[in-house]
């Protein structure tokens, strides 16, 4: 399992200036989207950010929260490392959680507020990655990752994708035929489409999932997303709410 953190945390922090609406459960209908395409749900991912209020924390404040929510997922705080830039925008706290069914990153940070580097804001920034027990374990899992980010604001920002496969390669049209049907399925609206060899993304949004982000004058709240990748012979599917934020 591969974890993208910074590039995650600065695109959710720029689309989160669009919309805050309390979390939801966006699970069920992103499960019916990807059992539409044919492939089963394997592993999920939720990435989660939370501004914490008032001042900067210090590094042993940073790690007690992310010790705490360490412990909130059942995991075991052994050590934490510390890191600055050169710059000294910002610095964190991050621990790590490996298992054989679980990936996960929880980070407190100080960063830099706007152009005045002596400002600092503070986040907790949640980023897992895990394999999928049953359609339970994903609701679950968002369940507890929006109790622990609500003790912190009571707009926590969280985005939650899936991803599945289905084995060899589509014939020609088939990846346009799976994603609108996914489409269709949870009564979504296709707005953008992005194609390119072996490369198919749509985004769009339906009323069926509660949060959404306006971009470019559009609410959008899905995005799909299918790939073939040569050296595993698996056409992947990757469908996340509101956007996708991991590799693919």
């Given at each position: 399992m591969k974890l993208v953190f910074v590039s995650i945390f600065i695109l959710l922090l720029s689309f989160s200036m669009t919309r805050s609406v309390p979390a939801a459960q966006s699970g069920e209908p992103l499960v019916r989207a990807m059992t539409a395409t044919g492939a089963k749900t394997e592993e999920f991912c939720i990435n989660a950010w939370v501004k914490l209020p008032n001042a900067q924390r210090n590094d042993e404040q940073l790690a007690e929260i992310v010790q705490q929510v360490?412990?909130?997922?059942?995991?075991?705080?052994?050590?934490?490392?510390?890191?600055?830039?050169?710059?000294?925008?910002?610095?964190?706290?991050?621990?790590?959680?490996?298992?054989?069914?679980?990936?996960?990153?929880?980070?407190?940070?100080?960063?830099?507020?706007?152009?005045?580097?002596?400002?600092?804001?503070?986040?907790?920034?949640?980023?897992?990655?895990?394999?999928?027990?049953?359609?339970?374990?994903?609701?679950?899992?968002?369940?507890?990752?929006?109790?622990?980010?609500?003790?912190?604001?009571?707009?926590?920002?969280?985005?939650?994708?899936?991803?599945?496969?289905?084995?060899?390669?589509?014939?020609?049209?088939?990846?346009?035929?799976?994603?609108?049907?996914?489409?269709?399925?949870?009564?979504?609206?296709?707005?953008d489409k992005l194609e390119a060899e072996r490369f198919i993304s749509y985004t769009g949004f339906t009323s069926r999932i509660i949060e959404w982000l306006q971009v470019g004058g559009e609410k959008i709240n899905l995005n799909m997303a299918m790939r073939y990748r040569q050296y595993d012979n698996r056409t992947y599917v990757i469908i996340g709410s509101p956007i996708i934020t991991r590799e693919y």
């Open positions: 360490v412990e909130d997922l059942g995991g075991s705080f052994l050590d934490y490392q510390v890191t600055r830039q050169d710059n000294d925008n910002q610095h964190s706290v991050q621990a790590e959680i490996i298992s054989p069914t679980l990936h996960a990153l929880i980070t407190g940070k100080n960063v830099s507020s706007g152009f005045n580097i002596s400002e600092k804001e503070c986040y907790l920034v949640i980023t897992l990655e895990e394999k999928v027990e049953d359609e339970l374990s994903i609701r679950r899992r968002q369940e507890e990752i929006q109790e622990i980010t609500k003790k912190i604001s009571n707009y926590p920002h969280i985005n939650t994708c899936l991803i599945g496969w289905l084995n060899g390669t589509l014939r020609d049209g088939e990846e346009q035929d799976l994603l609108q049907k996914a489409f269709r399925v949870i009564d979504a609206k296709i707005i």
